[in-house]
């Protein structure tokens, strides 16, 4: 073990603590009362500091924890190693290739889990396709992720789903400070770190208007830019456009754009003829889950040559006509890549959901059949209630004749 790296690992965790206090003291409420006792959870999440706070409140509702990494990018080494120390199996390690972050979510599964925790629905399908024999033992998992779920409702709607999952991405929680205010903001912290270029006078294409891309186009927006949105869905665009922002298809925004996040949870979202029609010196940012929204082989062939590094995690790509395109991280998710992900205030909601959802999943999982669920709504409320408690923020309660009103249909004008 490398003391002088964990302890690095226990300060970065213990800041992020401060400002997790529902995480914190569910953490102490499962230490009380045991939810989790004597289970074993294979999780495949961002290994960051934030996530060592969740693995130390389900360690202590009694659970034993093996761990990947969802994403080799934004495994925080030091993290990782502290983990190690309390007993986490934390098998992930910064900047691996494909084979090995492969390798690790099978040393994860050798734990023969009883639940399991996913990031984008690896794990889940690596269970369901090259871990079969483990499969009778898993009595349900959580999934955090707008793509993981996706993928999860396929499996579900062709019956290869073989056990309950939670979606936790679904919450109101969620998808409102997690998917809005943290991706908004640790996207814009990722593309400032990487490029230090002023977002004010910029134009900045987002793809994709879900709750992601609206958290990115309000912040841009915030900072001075103008905002052009993409989309498939006529509501979504219409919602984008009654809320001021300019709609157009990828094929004319291509050319005014001068950053261009992809929040889709889609593939080929910027491809070859759009990456052929940008600005000099355009910035390319994905912050959807996977590392396939921009076509990042169509760039390779269209380039004549490459700068790795020219700034942290920006790559230039230089075209034939002397045009530069800047890749930031990779084509991975910029926000965790090129920055640290969402603040620790904004996953002290979204964790303590996957808290919860991980013990109701414990008590109802073996009376569930096969399927993607919804969070009960009671775990949504109290994770909200929790919050504002925890920022001494009071809010009314109904008067018992405002309940009777709204649970009876007589009572009118």
């Keep these: 073990m490398d003391s002088a790296l964990a302890a690095a690992g226990e300060r970065r965790i213990g800041w992020a603590a401060r400002a997790m206090p529902v995480l914190t003291a569910l953490g102490e409420r499962f230490a009380a009362e045991l939810p989790l006792d004597g289970l074993r959870i294979a999780a495949c999440l961002h290994v960051t500091a934030e996530t060592a706070v969740l693995m130390g409140a389900l360690k202590a509702g009694g659970a034993e924890i093996a761990l990947a990494a969802s994403n080799p990018l934004s495994t925080q080494d030091d993290v990782a190693e502290a983990l190690r120390g309390h007993g986490v199996r934390v098998h992930a390690r910064a900047g691996v290739d494909r084979e090995t972050y492969y390798r690790h979510i099978h040393r994860a599964l050798d734990i023969s889990p009883d639940l399991v925790l996913d990031d984008g629905c690896d794990l889940v399908n690596t269970l369901h396709t090259e871990r079969t024999e483990l499969l009778e033992t898993v009595s349900g998992g959580c999934e955090e992720t707008t793509t993981g779920i996706i993928r999860l409702r396929r499996m579900a709607a062709e019956r290869a789903l073989r056990f309950p999952v939670v979606a936790v991405n679904d919450t109101r929680t969620k998808r409102m400070f997690d998917n809005r205010y943290g991706t908004g903001q640790s996207t814009l912290d990722g593309i400032m770190r990487a490029t230090n270029t002023l977002l004010a006078g910029k134009t900045v294409v987002v793809a994709g208007f879900g709750f992601c891309g609206r958290g990115v186009a309000e912040r841009s927006r915030g900072l001075g830019a103008r905002v052009v949105v993409t989309e498939i869905d006529p509501v979504k665009a219409l919602d984008a456009l009654l809320q001021g922002y300019d709609v157009q298809p990828m094929a004319r925004a291509a050319r005014a754009g001068d950053v ?66 800047l890749l930031l991280a990779e084509g991975r998710l910029v926000n965790l890549t090129a920055a640290e992900g969402h603040p620790a205030a904004v996953m002290d909601m979204s964790f303590s959901a996957q808290a919860l959802a991980v013990a109701w999943m414990a008590r109802e999982g073996v009376r569930l059949a096969p399927g993607v669920y919804d969070v009960p709504q009671e775990i949504d409320v109290e994770v909200a209630r929790l919050k504002l408690a925890a920022g001494g923020v009071g809010i009314d309660a109904l008067t018992p004749d405002q309940e009777e009103y709204l649970h009876s249909w007589r009572l009118g004008s």
């Design 260 to 325: 261009f996040v992809t929040v889709t949870g889609n593939r080929d979202v910027v491809r070859g003829e759009h990456l052929a029609v940008m600005k000099d010196g355009a910035i390319l940012a994905n912050a959807g889950h996977f590392d396939v929204e921009i076509d990042v082989r169509a760039l390779e062939e269209l380039a004549v040559g490459v700068h790795p590094g020219v700034r942290p995690s920006t790559d230039e790509y230089v075209l034939a006509d002397g045009r530069r395109l």
